[in-house]
């Protein structure tokens, strides 16, 4: 199994040392052809304005989109997060995402730099002590639909989802090391359908 991690902005070398300490072999996505021997991909945190406009640009937006829609499992963190929902709130006129996950996010939704926080979450099918999560400049996801699982939740925000091969989560699992979160994904897409109850 090979992973591309989106590295047009933002946090990727971190994604990219996660793989690695998992092993398993992780690649930058930069343009459309390095999609063609992944299995999955990680869309990282950053600047979800300026990575819209750099998928316009490089053509990946619409090369990314087909594999998305033709099953490929996708994990969003933070701007990724902003990227692979359905409905964005606060966001620039221009700015795309995917659609792939169907919840409602705001971007900023607690407010700039000076409100990011951290807090310890229970996460369901992340099993041990609490897993400790970093907001930065977070969105708020403010609606889900049915059929999408929210995992964890923090002031009563969801902030970690999953819908089929598409998991997100409002905060950034890659600034620590623990791994759980990237497990959890990979674990996933062996079998998306799989309920997180018999997982
Ligand atoms: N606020 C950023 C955005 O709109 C996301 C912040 C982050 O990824 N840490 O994309």
């Given at each position: 199994m090979k992973a591309g991690v989106?590295?047009?902005?933002?946090?990727?070398g971190l994604h990219l040392d996660a793989l690695d300490r998992l092993r398993i072999p992780g690649k930058e996505v930069r343009?459309?052809?390095?999609?063609?021997?992944?299995?999955l991909l990680i869309i990282p945190g950053g600047e979800s304005t300026t990575i819209s406009m750099l998928l316009d640009r490089s053509g990946l937006f619409e090369a990314i989109d087909e594999r998305i829609s033709a099953g490929m499992p996708v994990f969003g963190t933070c701007a990724g997060a902003i990227l692979l929902c359905s409905r964005v709130r606060?966001?620039?006129?221009?700015q795309r995402s995917f659609?792939?996950?169907d919840i409602t996010v705001r971007r900023n939704g607690y407010g700039g730099q000076l409100q990011s926080f951290e807090a310890d979450l229970d996460i369901d099918g992340v099993k041990g002590p609490p897993y400790h999560g970093i907001f930065i400049r977070a969105p708020v996801v403010e609606q889900v639909a049915p059929g999408?699982?929210?995992?964890a939740s923090v002031r009563g925000d969801p902030v970690v989802c999953r819908q089929g091969p598409v998991m997100i989560t409002?905060?950034?699992?890659?600034?620590?090391?623990?791994d759980r979160l990237h497990q959890l994904f990979l674990r996933q897409?062996?079998?998306?359908?799989?309920s997180l109850a018999t997982a």
């Open positions: 989106l590295a047009l902005q933002g946090a990727y343009k459309a052809g390095d999609l063609d021997d992944i299995e606060d966001g620039r006129p221009d659609g792939a996950i999408v699982e929210v995992l409002t905060f950034h699992p890659e600034l620590t090391d623990d897409t062996d079998d998306p359908g799989r």
